[in-house]
């Protein structure tokens, strides 16, 4: 980035920052610190909160259990879930994968034709809109093997707000540029490769990042559905079992993997987001004030 | 200096040097909006041609039209040289910047070239050359989005220069500048010029502005757009701030304006 700073966007050199510079950049920094501090003080507040609770009321642990119960029991059931993490983690991650290729390469043949646009979008709408509690269990009646009908399940809601998002990015590509490829004959591939799918970028990124969380919940849901019936051991299933057994503990531990499993799919896409747009889109770029 | 054309209704002789020639244009756009009606314009080579008027009187559309971009509903253009030679010699600067936020300065001038199938390492030279021209060597990893106004617009005629035009087309390139910036582009806009022997047809609203840079000014009339009036701008080249700041030049625009004036007149009347 030679030369980057120097007309552009001038840092300022000038004389030794004043009093009112100084207290902002103080401001500035104390912000820094909350927005790691705040959190981490918050959650530990509210963990304590619902250690008194139970304490002072005197709610056994079959009902609700002591926070330190929970930890306990995650150590101590380690082994059933990982395993069962691991199971509803890959009925997702494989699920993104699909919509990911599916909802691009459908958004992708969209804008090449508008009649395939016309006859196939209300197809992904009436997916969208069914909830996947009710269509699950035709889809386990249907399909053979479990697994196969959870990655259905999870991947028909992650596959629309990847599609939508996408096919939204690949149509607003800049008019004049639109025009500039025309007047130097580009072809359709290449308007596609230099300008459409550059353009879709960011909201493909938006699409992904929602698609992620709900990936997560399709799983989760269709394990549900699946219930103890089914072969698969996911969270959902570990959840279910716990609940029969008042092994609530248990429960709560399986619980806060798959909030944990939530909040990491959403931090790493957020990052991949991140990464892919630093150079350039106004939503991965700091503001200089 | 002052040549009426009546509306002028003379097609493109061929072999006079012509560039392009618009005979009895006329564009209607699909709402009924009739956006240029009977319009001619014979550009000849090496010429600084602007087209100046008020808003809705078409020019971008002539501009469109001469690109190929849009398909006129009435009247002819010709192309008296080799037609596919021309067509694919012709660049175009948009009012705004219009560069790709996501590739670098490089990449954006590269883009013409790229289109053409030139490879990165390859279109060096002529890119780095054309960054030169502008006088933006040194950018080229910079992003579009930190650079200033009139830095965008000079990367947006690299991109348009790295082609080496013979017909450049411009549709109102300064207008979002400040008044500085747009003096100093104008002034670099007339070297690149004359140094590469193009043909420039230049859209403007202001008077100012298109006095200095042509050799010829159309007067546009709104609803329908159609020429006025012709003028002549004889004045020799190279211009400069001397120029800018004579009684002549002061005069050439005082007549303009006038025209532009009668012009806004006829549009109403109309």
């Known amino acids: ?289 | 200096m002052h040549e009426e054309t009546g509306g002028g209704g003379e097609a493109a002789a061929p072999g006079d040097g012509t560039v392009v020639g618009l005979a009895g244009v006329g564009k209607t756009f699909a709402g009924g909006t009739v956006a240029l009606e009977d319009f001619s314009l014979t550009v000849r080579r090496g010429e600084f041609v602007s087209l100046l008027g008020p808003s809705g009187c078409g020019k971008s559309t002539v501009l469109r039209i001469i690109a190929g971009l849009i398909a006129p509903s009435a009247g002819r253009v010709d192309w008296p040289g080799a037609r596919d030679a021309a067509a694919h010699a012709i660049s175009f600067v948009f009012q705004e910047p219009t560069l790709m936020p996501w590739a670098t300065v490089f990449g954006n001038v590269h883009l013409p070239l790229r289109i053409k199938g030139v490879k990165a390492a390859s279109a060096r030279g002529p890119v780095i050359e054309a960054l030169e021209k502008v006088g933006l060597e040194g950018f080229a990893d910079a992003y579009p989005r930190e650079l200033s106004g009139g830095m965008k617009m000079r990367a947006s005629i690299a991109r348009a220069l790295v082609t080496k035009p013979r017909l450049l087309l411009m549709d109102e390139p300064f207008a979002a500048l400040d008044e500085i910036t747009r003096f100093r582009l104008n002034n670099d806009l007339l070297v690149l010029w004359r140094q590469l022997g193009w043909t420039v047809v230049f859209v403007t609203h202001s008077v100012f502005e298109s006095v200095y840079l042509s050799s010829r000014v159309m007067v546009l009339a709104a609803r329908p757009g159609r020429v006025v009036e012709e003028i002549a701008i004889d004045e020799p080249y190279p211009r400069d701030e001397e120029f800018r700041t004579s009684a002549r030049y002061a005069q050439i625009c005082r007549e303009t304006s006038h025209a532009l004036s009668a012009a806004l007149g006829a549009g109403e009347g109309a």
């Open chain 1, 1 to 289: 980035m030679s030369g980057a700073g120097e007309t552009g966007r001038p840092r300022s050199r000038g004389p030794a920052p004043d009093a009112d510079e100084l207290s902002r950049a103080r401001a500035r920094a104390r912000q820094q610190i909350a927005r790691f501090v705040m959190p981490v003080v918050m959650f530990a507040a509210a963990i304590v909160v619902w250690d008194r609770i139970v304490v002072w009321n005197g709610i056994p642990h079959y009902i609700m259990p002591r926070p330190g119960l929970v930890a306990e029991t995650l150590i101590e059931d380690w082994p059933i879930l990982a395993d069962a993490l691991a199971n509803t983690l890959e009925i997702t991650l494989g699920a993104l994968v699909i919509a990911t290729v599916g909802g691009v390469g459908l958004a992708i043949l969209f804008t090449q034709s508008k009649w395939v646009e016309l006859s196939l979008f209300p197809f992904a709408v009436v997916l969208q809109v069914t909830p996947v509690v009710a269509i699950a269990p035709l889809i386990l009646i249907y399909v053979d093997s479990t697994s196969v009908a959870l990655l259905i399940c999870a991947w028909i809601v992650a596959f629309f707000p990847i599609l939508a998002n996408t096919t939204l990015g690949l149509n607003s590509a800049d008019h004049n540029l639109q025009d500039l490829f025309q007047l130097y004959g580009a072809s359709r591939w290449q308007l596609l490769r230099y300008l459409r799918l550059p353009t879709a970028m960011p909201y493909f990124l938006g699409g992904l990042r929602i698609a992620g969380g709900l990936a997560l919940i399709g799983a989760i849901v269709a394990e549900f559905t699946a219930g103890t019936a089914g072969s698969g051991s996911g969270l959902a299933f570990r959840i279910l079992e716990a609940g029969y057994r008042l092994n609530i503990p248990r429960l709560f531990a399986a619980l806060i993997l798959m909030s944990l499993a939530g909040i990491a799919i959403f931090l790493v896409l957020t990052l991949v987001s991140h990464l892919a747009l630093r150079n350039w889109h106004e939503s991965a770029l700091g503001r200089e004030r």
